[in-house]
């Protein structure tokens, strides 16, 4: 029995090896596939740093361009991984392919089933046509007024710290603004994070750890998570249903029926099909929806609030961390600030909330966003092929293959599979670190935005085609209103610093000027190590 065992797993190990023979990889052991070569490389990296570092570093170091596979069976899935804009436009934009399974596997357990960033198909398409207007330019130069009011008390709050000139982290600090912004955005009203404390903002970010520990392989970690996970779910579901029972009986009440125009709150746009049919409008409460609706409604809130300051938190921490070595750029942007608007905040402010368009003439300030999104993007998509779909390297054209043709591929040759199960991963790290598609990838250098013409498709931060992430425009305006209010008042500086001496890497130097911390972790996304430490000074001119 045991000898049939060890054969069937030597087939299946054998099998399962094969199928990477030729194809473009790093070198490749029959027995560990790539997990040597994984666990080498992240051996470089400082601890529970994402993989996109990884497969950057991988791509530069064997010289795999375009498209390379990664075989880490039976450890985790294995995956083709995409680095080169052309070869991810054919799988985002010409050939839109579906998120992976095991995107809503991983965010199942804290956020539930067919939230809009891993849902597909007719469910996702609904989601997206219910929340897209909240993400037009026109809606979101409407709440211009929203992120102003909370970016004054991130002022306070800033202020207090530079009076006790303390060492504090910038990730929590900005992540209670960036949350009372969407909560507001989300439900028309803040939570008050920054001013009160939240704890469904504490709830939420105790489900982003409990997430972080799912990819533990210790079973007593597992177990004790499980048991958290419904204590705090517990406390977050009844909260956020209570919000959305009051909205949902004030519009019922009133016979609302919220705008797609000029929607009050995203929460209005997903509850609008329902009350805009009379007999729905008779109903008096949460009941009234159909159970699958209201399990939608509740994955997706939770999804908005988590996704909405995520990524947006990570970026602000970086460009602070990035202008405290970097005085030349605040230079440019406070002369940018006062050209623009003026030199005296008030004036600054009344001018921004009377004209929000002016903001789009913040070019430089726009650089240094997109520059900082271009060395710290938020991770990678993980998508998934039909079968036979494979990729032609040549043309960067995708096309199916019947199956007897797929037995036929020359994997020598154009033709590379890209179904199979694998992760079709599509690393912007790489791309965004190519010297092919940016000179000098590892500077940070945001006049390149200005002075070069670069193609739309090597900046893949937010990805693109119709799954692009719906917020890209929201974040970056959120982030110029945010570094207006900030940069001419406030000197920012990290906190306990330790420089590499050399490089740990081969596409960057970065480290040898702010340390390990430019080495994001895992997490939900690609995320500021260690709480991005900073302290904060007045600059005093303007204030």
């Known amino acids: 029995m045991d000898k049939a065992v060890w054969a069937r797993d030597l087939v299946e190990i054998a099998a399962s090896r094969s199928f990477f023979r030729a194809l473009p990889q790093p070198p490749h052991d029959l027995l560990w596939g790539h997990l040597k070569i994984i666990g080498e490389v992240a051996a470089t990296f400082p601890p529970n740093t994402h993989p996109q570092h990884f497969y950057t570093a991988i791509a530069q170091k064997y010289n795999l361009k375009g498209i390379f596979y990664i075989d880490l069976w039976p450890i985790g899935p294995s995956s083709v991984v995409l680095n080169d804009p052309s070869v991810s436009e054919q799988v985002t934009v010409a050939h839109p392919l579906r998120q992976h399974k095991m995107v809503d596997e991983f965010l199942a357990p804290i956020l539930g089933h067919d939230v809009i960033a891993a849902a597909n198909g007719a469910t996702w398409k609904k989601l997206h046509n219910a929340m897209s207007p909240a ?299 190519d010297p092919e598609n940016f000179a000098d990838p590892a500077e940070f250098k945001p006049e390149r935005w200005i002075e070069e013409e670069i193609p739309r498709s090597h900046f893949r931060t937010f990805g693109r085609g119709s799954r692009a992430c719906l917020g890209l425009n929201l974040a970056q305006n959120e982030l110029k209103i945010i570094l207006l209010m900030t940069i001419r008042d406030y000197d920012f500086e990290c906190a306990n610093l330790k420089p590499n001496e050399k490089p740990r890497t081969c596409y960057t130097k970065l480290d040898t000027v702010y340390g390990d911390i430019v080495f994001q972790e895992l997490g939900l996304e690609a995320k500021p190590r260690g709480g991005m430490m900073m302290k904060v000074k007045k600059v005093g001119i303007f204030i």
């Open 135 to 433: 993400f037009s330019w026109s809606h979101i130069r409407n709440l211009t007024g929203v992120i102003a009011e909370e970016g004054m008390h991130f002022r306070d709050t800033l202020n207090e710290l530079a009076r006790v000139e303390g060492v504090f982290s910038m990730e929590e600090t900005a992540m209670k603004l960036i949350f009372d912004v969407i909560t507001r955005i989300v439900f028309n009203f803040s939570l008050n994070a920054q001013t009160k404390g939240s704890s469904t903002l504490d709830d939420l970010r105790e489900m982003v750890h409990l997430a972080e520990n799912q990819l533990s392989f210790n079973p007593f970690v597992h177990l004790v998570t499980f048991f958290k996970r419904r204590s705090v779910l517990g406390r977050l579901h009844p909260s956020i249903l209570q919000k959305i029972r009051e909205r949902l009986a004030l519009l019922r009440s009133g016979n609302i029926v919220p705008s797609r125009r000029d929607p009050e709150s995203i929460l209005d746009l997903m509850l609008r099909d329902h009350v805009k049919d009379d007999v729905n409008m008779k109903g008096a409460g949460i009941s009234d929806l159909p159970p699958e609706y209201t399990e939608i409604l509740l994955t997706n809130i939770k999804g908005l609030l988590v996704g909405g300051h995520g990524t947006t938190t990570d970026t602000l921490c970086y460009i602070y961390m990035l202008l405290a070595k970097t005085p030349e750029v605040v230079r440019k942007l406070r002369e940018e600030h006062t050209r623009v608007f003026d030199k005296d905040f008030k004036e600054t402010m009344d001018l921004v909330l009377q004209s929000p368009a002016k903001l789009e003439e913040l070019e430089y300030t726009a650089a240094v966003i997109k520059e900082t999104l271009r060395l710290f993007p938020v991770g990678f998509g993980v998508r998934e092929a039909e079968a036979g779909q494979v990729i032609n390297h040549e043309c960067f054209t995708i096309h199916m293959l019947t199956h007897d043709d797929r037995m036929k591929v020359n994997f020598n040759g154009q033709s590379y599979p890209i179904d199979n199960g694998l992760c079709v991963a599509l690393n912007a790290h790489a791309v965004q670190y």
